[in-house]
């Protein structure tokens, strides 16, 4: 079983009973009822009043808890209890306090605090997730379980001792000897090369970096650390599960947090039943970017769908400006959720705490416990739209015939390179790319690069610095086929050790996209390069002309001018037809970006940093080649999304916009939200924030 059971989408969230007294669940119950809350996250921070000591198991807190909820006829996301270490435990084994990044010994304090190598860390949480599994594993509200709490928070890891040696454990175990160490590491450069495994030390500011993170003399020795530590974690998860496992079947999880750096969440997603993942946007108005990590979040398990597991129902409280919900917002963010996969909305929290460091985050129930607030009031509707939806949904899955390839290990490499230039951005690449092919309305999966690659028509691999296994050649199979594959600058540069191909840049890609890069520029921020994209432009470098592939964009002549930054390679075509040239620099009139024929398809290679009309300009081309362009790619704001189960097929619409818009049914079908009919062509008016739940017929 790898989904938790369930009769519609899971309602609720985080609840801290533990912090409240009696007559206060009283309450909190009856406005759930109001609000058609049905399930709840429960234990998450409990280590302390669970187990006060390394002897003594107190579980009574949660089993009245659960009792309640089973009584008021809710299920219970049940949690072991391991998010943060209590002060017992830091204080009877000391080596559980995590050393920074800085080779600072922290004392006990805040949250994510332990080193996950401490014996007595993993001992004792083991212990508390199996004492909870054993004693709850039958009780009637549990349906699935929720191991420790946002792994990896602050700045990921541990730099301890233990830490250093699991990382040298884990060498051996990747490379088996030292001299495959040293080749991986190119340890001859500036003296490195190590002659015993006691040699190696974690990379830290105390050793290879010298500025901050992202300043590593050696890249291969940086890049280890940040699987380790990754996989570090992992281990924990994995025996605290496999202590839920000794006594319950039920689904385990653990929640992750979209797009985060420090942890490689491909690397864990074969672990976990079903994923969940918490969505705290850091921008006012980000429909595209949750849009991309709800996609994220849905790619780690194949398609399946996940949980939201913590959105906040009106402010978050971590930030230096912390804005609240506008009216509207929660829902419409929250079906969002949905449309992209979510089989559970779920909030943090329940009830506002009196007191601590999230005191002023939001919360269903304010400190007053007012059922009349605006957002309350917000929080009943969306109740009563999702019970109303009951099982229409459950398990559906999208239907993308495009694949935007994410991938961590080419996450770090860039970022942690010496060059070309630190201001791009892997992250803000992503983002970028999803948004060009979001607003067009195409269907969207965002996988590993080890993703069956087979049912897709478009790949788009921004950034795909290490090219890793037969990567290169699956990617030229589903040009050959005729599909479209589009990458670009810095693509195609190291192996897995993050050691260069030493052969022509892009290295195995480049046959499939038809060009040999023969330098790469970088300026400062603010610094850009006109490039012309498309029209009857100059002639390209090695004599090939730029094509127009324009299709009715751009100016009179089809052609688009995109302000470049950041990063410039000088391509030289070997078989591509030229797309775009430069405009300024000694480099004028040469190609910046090309499309190669392969097979019955075709490779584009974007040779620089597009602006966000250059690459809508590029990926609107190449959805319009496969005709996966989507029915309302050219209203602004208004999102256009696909589900399908037991064929059924459910079509989204969420209006993210500022103005009223209409448009025309592109289907005909009924909408579950409002058990209206919708005939094909009929016009639909949106007013801002709305949503569409059209069952097509």
């Known amino acids: 079983m790898t989904l938790p059971r ?24 009856e406005a759930f009822d109001l609000a058609r809350i049905d399930t709840l996250t429960i234990g998450v921070f409990v280590w302390a009043l669970t187990q006060p000591d390394e002897h003594t198991y107190d579980l009574t807190v949660l089993e009245q808890a659960l009792d309640r909820a089973h009584a008021e006829g809710r299920r219970v996301c049940l949690a072991t209890g391991t998010g943060a270490v209590p002060p017992w435990l830091a204080h009877e084994y000391p080596e559980v306090c995590r050393v920074d990044f800085e080779g600072r010994r922290h004392v006990y304090g805040q949250r994510h605090n332990a080193c996950h190598s401490s014996p007595a860390y993993r001992r004792l949480a083991t212990a508390l997730a199996g004492r909870v599994a054993e004693r709850f594993a039958d009780h009637p509200a549990v349906v699935a ?30 490379y088996g000897d030292l001299d495959r160490l040293n080749e991986a590491w190119n340890t001859l450069f500036w003296s490195h090369r190590f002659t015993a495994w006691e040699q190696i030390v974690p990379p830290n500011k105390l050793s290879e970096h010298w500025r901050g993170p992202n300043h590593t003399a050696f890249q291969g020795i940086t890049l280890d650390y940040l ?14 599960k496999e202590a839920i496992r000794a006594h319950s079947d039920l689904p385990v ?21 079903f994923a969940s993942w918490d969505n705290y946007p850091p921008d006012g108005r980000p429909a595209s970017r949750m849009a991309l990590t709800h996609a994220l979040m849905r790619g780690l398990k194949g398609g399946q769908p996940f949980w939201l597991m913590e959105q906040t129902p009106t402010v978050t409280a971590s930030r230096d400006v912390n804005p609240v919900k506008r009216p509207g917002f929660m829902g419409l963010w929250s079906w969002q959720a949905v449309a992209h996969g979510a089989d559970a909305v779920l909030f943090f929290q329940m009830r506002q705490s009196r007191g601590a460091s999230e005191k002023y985050h939001g919360a269903v129930l304010n400190h007053a416990g007012r059922t009349d607030t ?24 999208t239907p993308a015939n495009v694949a935007l390839l994410f991938d961590w290990d080419s996450w770090w490499a860039v970022e942690i390179s010496d060059g070309p230039n630190r201001h791009l951005s892997y992250q803000r690449t992503m983002i970028e790319h999803h948004r060009s092919l979001w607003e067009a309305g195409a269907q969207i999966d965002v996988v590993p690069v080890t993703a069956d690659l087979t049912s897709y028509d478009v790949v788009v691999a921004p950034l795909l610095h290490m090219i890793k296994g037969d990567l290169a050649e699956r990617l030229a199979a589903v040009a050959e086929r005729g599909g479209t594959v589009v990458t670009g600058v810095l693509s195609g540069r190291v192996d897995e050790d993050d050691n260069a191909f030493l052969t022509d840049v892009p290295g195995p890609l480049a046959e499939l996209l038809g060009v040999r890069v023969d330098e790469t520029d970088a300026q400062a921020p603010g610094v850009v390069n006109p490039v012309r994209l498309g029209g009857t432009g100059p002639r390209g470098a090695g004599g090939t002309s730029a094509v127009d592939v324009s299709a009715g964009h751009g100016g009179a002549d089809g052609a688009l001018v995109s302000e470049a930054s950041l990063v410039f390679d000088l391509v030289l075509p070997r078989g591509a037809e030229v797309v775009g040239t430069y405009g300024a620099d000694f480099y004028a009139g040469t190609p910046a970006v090309t499309r190669n024929p392969y097979g019955a398809g075709e490779a584009w290679y974007v040779g620089t940093n597009l602006d966000q009309a250059g690459l809508d300009w590029v990926l609107r081309r190449v959805l319009d080649r496969h005709g996966l362009v989507g029915p309302f790619a050219d209203v602004p704001g208004l999102e256009h999304a696909v ?16 103005e009223a818009v209409e448009v025309g049914a592109h289907v005909a079908g009924t909408d579950l939200l409002t058990g209206r009919p919708v005939s094909q062509g009929q016009s639909l008016r949106l007013e801002p924030t709305d949503v569409l739940v059209l069952e097509v017929s």
Request: aromatic content about 14%; hydrophobic content about 30%.
């Open 253 to 273: 999880t653990t929640n992750f947090m979209g797009m985060f750096r420090p942890l490689d969440y491909h690397r864990w997603s074969e672990h976990l039943d």
């Open 145 to 174: 379980w929720h191991v420790n709490n946002e792994y990896g928070g602050y700045d990921g890891g541990c730099w301890c001792d233990l830490c250093a040696g699991e990382f040298r454990a884990w060498l051996r175990e990747r």
């Open 643 to 658: 589900r399908e189960v037991d064929g059924r097929r459910h079509e989204f619409l969420l209006h993210h916009g500022d």
């Open 227 to 240: 699987r380790f530590t990754s996989e570090n974690m992992l281990r924990t998860f994995r025996e605290e």
């Open 374 to 397: 605006r957002s309350f009031q917000e929080v009943a509707r969306l109740g009563a739209e999702l019970e109303g939806l009951g099982d229409r949904t459950l398990g559906a899955r």
């Open 6 to 29: 369930i009769p519609r989408i899971a309602y609720g969230g985080d609840y801290n009973p533990e912090q409240w007294p009696a007559e206060v669940w009283d309450e909190d119950h």
